[in-house]
Nanobody, 127 residues
Framework: QVQLVESGGGLVQAGGSLRLSCEASERTLTAFVLGWFRQYPGKERAFVAAAMASASFIYSSDSMKGRFTISRDNAKNTVYLQMNNLKPEDTAVYYC????????????????????WGQGTQVTVSS
């Protein structure tokens, strides 16, 4: 069974940076769309960014794109989320997920389009 394993979360002060990593256990995900979501307590998972197999990217908003950068290294079966200028409101559990390719782009903003999920990594930003 394919697994996704996140790492890189932790505690950081506001204005700081973190880089999250998500490694897939199999190379079969090379063609998949790999996304990042975050979840606040009591809330549903919210889309952050996604990387297509073609190395094009989508983000939840322009402001997110200005602080966060998603990238993928297919040779390492890994997707990254570089987070800069972190704010206390970025505090959440961050999940990576994989979705089959070939769907309309707008589908990849929804967690329901993703069938494989990692266990999540906590990011805490102190003020």
């Amino acid at each position: 069974q394919v697994q996704l394993v996140e790492s890189g979360g932790g505690l950081v002060q506001a204005g700081g940076s973190l880089r999250l990593s998500c490694e897939a256990s199999e190379r079969t995900l090379t063609a998949f769309v790999l996304g990042w979501f975050r979840q606040y307590p009591g809330k549903e998972r919210a889309f952050v960014a996604a990387a297509m197999a073609s190395a094009s990217f989508i983000y939840s908003s322009d402001s997110m794109k200005g602080r966060f950068t998603i990238s993928r290294d297919n040779a390492k079966n890994t997707v990254y989320l570089q987070m800069n200028n972190l704010k206390p409101e970025d505090t959440a559990v961050y999940y990576c997920a994989a979705s089959a390719p070939g769907r309309p782009v707008w589908r990849y903003y929804s967690p329901s389009s993703y069938t494989i999920w990692g266990q999540g990594t906590q990011v805490t930003v102190s003020s």
